[in-house]
């Protein structure tokens, strides 16, 4: 099925993908439909099963694996995550512009796929304010915190890799990264709208 080009957001932990997404699909309400990874952490406060991921044990995630389930997994902090193959045809079934939130190793896997999504790195202005709004977030553990940050300098340096994204977007000024993010997906944006009419 030829539907709208999906498009995989990556970048360091605290960044702001989901933030810059939840915007996103707010404001193009049936444009945009969020693909639900698996994972095995543990739920925050707020977030909700099936919607934020399928929150799964790590038997349940190897099952997935070995049943071929998933177009790509990765270990994270000490946790596994991995996008299923029906988390992406549940949202292109529907016509709607697929956006996955994934790591690194998860980019590099899926450029092994035929899925041919535009590839967003969000990344932060610096390690000392990423490493202050992860604080200010008040999601993560010292321990879990030290692990996203080490995980965020190898991240900000394979970013750097000429031809890994189709665009860096540094998330300084919140509006601006986000008006940034709407003009490179307006051109699939407009198609779904008018496929609509
Ligand atoms: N490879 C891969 N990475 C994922 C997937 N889902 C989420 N991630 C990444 O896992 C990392 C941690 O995500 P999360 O625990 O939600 O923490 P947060 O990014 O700090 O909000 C982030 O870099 C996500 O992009 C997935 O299905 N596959
Ligand atoms: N441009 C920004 N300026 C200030 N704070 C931001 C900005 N973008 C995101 N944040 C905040 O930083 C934290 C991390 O953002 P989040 O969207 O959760 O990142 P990610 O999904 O990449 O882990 C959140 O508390 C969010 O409100």
Avoid: W
């Amino acid at each position: 099925m030829s539907g709208p080009r999906p498009v995989v957001l990556s970048g360091p932990s605290g960044a702001g993908k989901s933030t810059l997404l939840k915007r996103l699909m707010k404001e193009y309400e049936g444009v945009f439909g969020f693909s639900v990874s698996h994972t095995t952490r543990n739920p925050r406060p707020g977030e909700e099963d099936g919607k934020d991921y399928h929150f799964v044990t790590r038997e349940k995630m190897q099952e997935a694996i070995d049943n071929n389930e998933l177009i790509e997994n990765a270990e994270f902090s000490g946790n596994m995550y991995g996008t299923s193959k029906s988390s992406i045809e549940d949202v292109q079934a529907q016509n709607l512009i697929c956006i996955l939130d994934v790591d690194i190793q998860g980019v590099r896997n899926i450029k092994e796929t035929d899925l041919n999504p535009i590839y967003i790195s969000i990344q932060p202005p610096s390690m000392e304010i990423l490493e202050q709004r992860l604080r200010d977030r008040k999601t993560e553990t010292e321990e879990s915190l030290q692990k996203r940050l080490e995980a965020a300098r190898i991240d900000m340096e394979l970013s750097k890799e000429e031809g890994v994204f189709d665009l860096v977007i540094i998330n300084d000024d919140l509006d601006e990264a986000y008006e940034k993010l709407k003009s490179v997906l307006i051109e699939e944006i407009q198609k779904v709208q008018d496929a609509k009419k």
